[in-house]
């Protein structure tokens, strides 16, 4: 990357960067932690209390 450019330059990324084959908006994305954290708040507790 030269001055913040990342076209004009080498950016370093792992092997995992090969891997990754989603790459949603923000929008999208915020769509879908609030849609996964609201499934995950609506499970039992399996007993725990929560607080």
């Not at 084959?21 to 929560?50: H, K, M, Y």
């Amino acid at each position: 990357m030269v001055d913040g450019a990342p076209t004009r330059g080498g950016l370093a990324s792992g092997k995992v960067a090969e891997v990754i084959g989603d790459l949603p908006c923000c929008a999208d994305l915020v769509d879908r932690i609030t849609a996964e954290a609201a499934t995950a708040l609506d499970r039992p507790t399996g007993g725990r209390t929560v607080e």
